[in-house]
């Protein structure tokens, strides 16, 4: 462990350097591989790193994450999502938290539809935000519910499972199928907490709207393709009738059969999606290129090694107590890491301790996505505050105050998946 410090402090503080002085991730995280190839190997460097970016770029799993983008983008530019919002308005307005409980749910389907916590903030936000304002309802709790509620890293079709299970060699499938009922769990304790809110402080939920059968029976159609589309990709998945790069590809032709059964169809809107998807996937596959062949010359200098002979040979400390403190080293990252940096940057290291230690790499996969998606509503860095920043125009600290009931819900979503890990492994378990 001797000759490994200097490569281990070079690593570490070259990526510090990167990441304080602004530099794209994936330009940092290649230059960080680049100076350890150079200075603590003698492979043939340039041949490595082509070949790994070459594989990476033609997986064919890897097409999933355009497809994934692409289906969200296509359903946000044709307004469906506006539809989405609008039809669940009157099946909640009668529950404690009236329509407060949409936003928590709208953000629940909206997660499935995007695979991104980011852009499910981003748009609910944009439609949530003016709505309930004129209604009368009080900023604060709308943000809260858009910030903590948007858990696109882990209600699948999540991007964050593709690169995870790429970087670790699980299954993306078992991976989506154990989101799910993590992710409808921690919907719900939201819920809860949002209506017991209600019934403490009438004051931040305005009168109730009246509601006949007629409103629920023509909210139906405005929900019931989405969700149904939603239905299709996850259960061709669970069902194993199709990869999950198939899924996406028939999730991308439902989104547009909807966007000429609501009438939404034009080219513009199509160039928009695309474009867009391009710049999004473009990016995320770049970082994750980079990432790879930074995590390959950190398994050949043998670091998650000696780091996991390090944890196996202790008879000090208990797994659970090294798990602690991986949850508690992913909290302190995520105050100044975006979440997807985050996993990317530590993954390689950690995960290896994670499997010295016996715990399952589902479970440890759907774990760390909490763990992401607290960072993104962790200040000072955290990408969802920002959004809805820029949505609301509150100050930045007042939207804070808000996240911390949600992330004291999450984090005891992660002691509920500590205690109970069959929450995350009975779907998967039970897969064809």
Aim: hydrophobic share 55%; glycine share 10%; with cysteine.
């Amino acid at each position: 462990m001797e000759t490994l410090w200097l490569p281990i402090v070079v690593l570490l503080g070259t990526l510090i350097v990167f990441l304080v002085s602004g530099l794209w991730l994936g330009v940092g995280l290649s230059l960080v591989a680049i100076i350890c190839y150079t200075n603590f190997t003698d492979l043939p460097m340039t041949g490595i790193i082509t070949r790994i970016m070459f594989s990476q770029s033609t997986s064919y799993t890897l097409m999933a994450i355009p497809m994934f983008v692409l289906m969200g983008q296509i359903l946000f530019f044709s307004g469906i999502v506006g539809h989405l919002y609008k039809g669940l308005t009157p099946w909640v307005s009668r529950l404690p938290g009236k329509l407060l409980q949409t936003n928590v749910i709208s953000c629940t389907l909206m997660s499935a539809i995007t695979g991104s916590t980011v852009a499910t903030a981003a748009t609910i936000s944009s439609i949530a935000v003016p709505t309930l304002r004129e209604r009368g309802y009080a900023t604060g709790p709308v943000v809260g519910t858009i910030g903590g509620a948007s858990l696109g890293l882990l209600i699948p079709p999540s991007l964050y499972f593709i690169i995870y299970g790429m970087l670790t060699e699980q299954s993306i499938s078992r991976l989506y199928t154990a989101g799910l009922l993590p992710g409808l769990m921690t919907q719900l304790m939201f819920m809860i907490f949002v209506g017991a809110l209600a019934l403490l402080r009438p004051d931040l939920t305005p009168g109730r709207e009246p509601v006949t059968k007629r409103d629920l029976l023509l909210s139906l159609p405005r929900i019931l393709p989405t969700i149904g589309l939603i239905a299709l990709v996850l259960g061709m998945i669970y069902l194993g009738i199709s990869t999950v790069t198939e899924a996406a590809a028939i999730g991308v032709l439902g989104a547009l059969i909807l966007m000429i059964g609501f009438r939404r169809f034009n080219l513009q809107d199509i160039k928009a999606a695309l474009f867009n998807t391009v710049r999004i996937s473009g990016m995320i596959i770049f970082i994750m290129m980079a990432a790879m062949v930074l995590s390959n010359i950190i398994g050949y200098l043998g670091i998650p090694t000696q780091l996991a002979r390090m944890v196996t040979e202790s008879s000090v400390v208990s797994p659970g107590i090294i798990f602690l403190f991986i949850v508690l080293m992913y909290l302190f990252l995520g105050t100044f890491l975006d979440g997807m940096a985050m996993v990317l940057l530590t993954l390689p290291v950690v995960f290896p301790v994670i499997i010295a230690l016996g715990y399952n790499p589902i479970w440890f996969g759907v774990v760390l996505a909490l763990m992401i998606e607290i960072a993104q509503i962790t200040p000072p860095l955290g990408f969802g505050i920002y959004v809805l920043q820029s949505s609301t125009g509150l100050p930045v600290t007042h939207i804070m105050k808000w996240q911390l009931p949600f992330v004291s819900l999450m984090l005891l979503a992660v002691l509920l998946l500590y205690l109970f890990p069959q929450i995350a492994l009975y779907l998967p378990a039970t897969m064809h």
